[in-house]
């Protein structure tokens, strides 16, 4: 039913490997749906009784699966719905972000069990993984010795070709900082197999995705992506970036770099070209306070307060969103989609303000022959990014994700 065991891995994730399609189909519908009686994955899996009962008994046997209370009916015995097992498997995850890194290990449910996180001016090759290799290691003594073995794997999530975003980042989110980018340094990511640099200091397998759409899979898994079949998704950080869902399942594209949402272009102050990462993104409220002779390290701290800065960030908002709506209205305009979801890494009020001007500039933009979409705040908040790495090497092994491409760009 399974393929054989996995180098590094022990007990039930060893010996159940990457798990077959019916597997990984039940997986999914518990994952999407939450705990489920057997007749009842039968029906929505089009599986038969017998077959979903004998593989929800092997998983079980595996650890991945746990039985709820009973539940009793008017007639008949009573049902026992099943669901994932949080200590079943782990996953860590890796966020390279232009002014922070985060290491979080989460559990089969996505709920995070562990975390660390560095901040910088700017990211380089040799800080980043040595930092891995130390969260890493720190989390994995963190864990129960039994539990140690359930770990699947590591997900990068970091910038389609990092080493080209040096030229926005260093004349103002580099220079916020009071250091200048030094090209050459921030090129030394041009050419890094993360993969072969991760197996000197371990032997889980390593897949790499692209930042913005890993946080757009933690919306689709954990999040409020569960309510929409076809949605875009934003994600405001230092860059703006996005993801795209289709059919209930996040698309990746040919390259791995669809949903680049912040590529998408809009214009300036003079009529001058830009890209919507020129006018949307958190850098230019760091610049911002920068001028205003305030430090802006606090940005991208964890727990994040930005009351501070309110005179700044009012003001930022606005421009955002009317940004955020005229780059909604394009995105639509390729695509019919249900819903607009926007997140990003601020405070969940910000959020909150940020969607609700959104939604007001765009019913003032020419809709016509479009339909008008919802206009919806996401709900994983600023650890999606990371959180979404760890949903990689679950998506390679245990889940079903039609659009996944399943290796590095």
């Known amino acids: 039913m399974s393929e054989g065991p996995t ?59 746990k039985r709820g209370a009973p539940q009793r009916g008017k ?37 995070i069990r562990d975390r660390r996180s560095m ?32 770990i699947c794997g590591l997900g990068v999530a970091m910038p389609f070709e990092l080493w080209r975003w040096d030229v926005a980042g260093s004349a103002q989110a580099g220079s916020a900082q009071g250091e200048e980018t030094q090209g050459e340094d921030f090129l030394s990511w041009k050419g890094v197999d993360v993969p072969a640099v991760v197996a000197r200091f371990s032997d889980l397998p390593v897949i790499v995705g692209n930042d913005a759409t890993a946080a757009c899979r933690a919306e689709h898994m954990y999040g409020r992506g569960k309510e929409f079949s076809d949605y875009a998704y934003f994600f405001v950080g230092v ?71 309110v005179r700044y960030v009012e003001p930022w908002i606005g421009r955002t969103a ?36 959104t939604r007001r500039y765009l019913e003032d933009l020419d809709m016509r022959g479009m339909h008008r979409p919802r206009i919806e705040e996401g709900a994983v908040g600023g650890n999606a990014r990371a959180i979404g790495a760890t949903t990689i090497p679950l998506l390679n092994r245990f889940f079903l994700d039609s659009n996944a491409r399943n290796s590095a760009f």
């Open 7 to 65: 180098r590094g891995l022990s007990g039930g994730v060893n010996q159940s490997g990457v798990r077959d399609y019916n597997e990984r189909l039940l997986l999914t519908l518990l994952q999407r749906g939450g705990a489920c009686a057997g007749s009842e994955l039968a029906r929505q899996s089009g599986l038969s009784p017998q077959t979903v009962s004998i593989i929800l008994r092997e998983m079980e046997t595996d650890g991945l699966l």
């Open 75 to 111: 007639v008949g015995k009573p049902s026992i719905p099943m669901m994932l097992d949080p200590d079943g498997v782990f996953s860590f995850g890796l966020k390279i972000g232009r002014r922070s890194c985060d290491v979080v290990l989460a559990d089969f449910t996505g709920s």
């Open 119 to 150: 901040t910088y001016p700017y990211p380089l090759p040799e800080q980043v993984f040595g930092f891995l290799e130390t969260a890493m290691a720190d989390m994995t003594a963190g864990l129960a010795p039994e539990l140690r073995s359930r």
């Open 239 to 309: 860059f703006v970036g996005g993801g795209i869902v289709l059919n209930n399942s996040v698309y990746e594209g040919a390259h791995g770099n669809a949903g680049a949402l912040g590529s998408l272009r809009t214009s300036g102050p003079q009529g001058e070209s830009l890209q919507l990462i020129d006018t949307a993104s958190i850098h230019l409220l760091e610049a911002r306070l920068v001028e205003a002779n305030l430090d802006p390290v606090s940005l991208w701290q964890m727990p994040q307060d930005w009351e501070p800065y």
């Open 322 to 357: 009317q940004e955020l709506a005229r780059a909604a209205l394009s995105t639509c305009a390729v695509i019919d989609f249900e819903a607009i979801l926007i997140d990003g890494g601020f405070p969940a009020q910000v959020r909150t303000s940020l969607v609700a001007r």
